[in-house]
């Protein structure tokens, strides 16, 4: 499909990949009358790699020059990965990797609770789009040394600013702290309102964050392997145009009936902490 898209015609790409897992995948809804599946099986790790990177390279024939691609993966094919985004991409493109941190209680494995999804975050040139995001100040900031203006004494030494009479000058307005490279959001529980029954179905809120960053309102963003539909859901909602292509004509049905009717999960957890 992605050979019938124009050059260039792309601004933000996310995918989300077959993980690698060497299983089938498959869950049902909750009413039980639908069953979503695709298979995770290769040869080796040899194959995965050439898969992965044929359809790397046309994507990025697809986006444009000041585009960027989120590329998402766990433990299983992290190293792969980052191989294959380096020989298509280029090292030099390298952003940053960004770690999706999400609580999870669960006992059956012996040895440490896997936590978190790993996300490479790649641009085509060194000229890309990127919008600043901001967070609260932790808890423990000191907030008193935020709120007063700073200045370098004769030694090049920072101290507080002040005025001729002596007082302490208060600084400008602060947007927060820039957004880090660890993103703790909620993992899309079983009774989650947006949940569809999809067995890789991630949080609005994961795409919200990556399509926010990297591209602008009525930007063109391209998920090839859309499953549930979350990255076009997103852009929608956001005032992005999308593009979402899986072999599952049952997965585009669900993506289809999801933009008709977009539903998104408050989470408490995110509001009150």
Known sequence: VMKRLSTGSCDLIYLEPPFFTGRDH??????GNKAYKFSDIWADSGEYFSFICE????MRRVLGNKGSIFFHCDSNATHI?????DEVFGASNFRSEIVWHYKRWSNSK?????????????????QYTFNKIFSE????????????????????KAVYARDIEGNVLASDAKKGVPLGDVWEIPFLNPKAKERTGYPTQKPLLLLERIISLASDSGDVVLDPFCGSGTTCVAAKLLNRSSIGIDTSVEAVDLAKGRLLVPVKTESALLLKG
């Open 81 to 85: 990965a980052r191989s294959a985004l």
């Open 110 to 126: 012996d040895g440490l609770l896997p936590q978190h999804q790993t996300i490479y975050y790649y641009s085509k040139t060194n």
């Open 137 to 156: 100040y932790s808890a423990s900031t000191n907030v008193d040394q935020i709120l007063q203006k700073r200045s370098r004494d004769h030694r090049g």
């Open 26 to 31: 498959k869950l049902t809804t909750r009413d």
């Open 55 to 58: 359809r790397l390279n046309e």
